[in-house]
């Protein structure tokens, strides 16, 4: 059982980012998946979840109308479009099998 995040990076305020995170050894399409950030010395954020088909997602309000998670079953990935960013969502993003397995995360750096 795996998730592997990938795309993280630094980026200046104001841009986008375009997270990954590819699973394998579980059947993906049957859990809701979410991200979560962490910024050390704070406790995680739960970012976006996203429902087993992807018709059904949610946000936090820090970054609703910015941020979109996507998934293709098919692929086995979820995704996070990051855009309009602000150094505010620097932090480490996680992706998570609600019920499952974690995945090591991908820092987010958003510095001019």
């Known amino acids: 059982v795996q998730l592997v995040e990938s795309g993280g990076g630094l980026v200046q305020p104001g841009g986008s980012l375009r997270l990954s995170c590819a699973a394998s050894?579980?059947?993906?399409?049957?859990?809701?998946m979410r991200w979560v950030r962490q910024v050390p010395g704070k406790e995680r954020e739960l970012v976006a979840t996203?429902?087993?088909?992807?018709?059904?997602?949610n946000y936090a309000d820090s970054v609703k109308g910015r941020f979109t998670i996507s998934r293709d079953n098919a692929k086995n990935t979820v995704y996070l479009q990051m855009n309009s960013l602000k150094p505010e969502d620097t932090a480490v993003y996680y992706c998570?099998?609600?019920?499952?397995?974690w995945g090591q995360g991908t820092q987010v750096t958003v510095s001019s």
């Open positions: 996203i429902s087993h088909t992807g018709a059904s997602t």
């Open positions: 050894g579980f059947t993906f399409s049957r859990f809701v």
């Open positions: 998570h099998a609600i019920g499952g397995s």
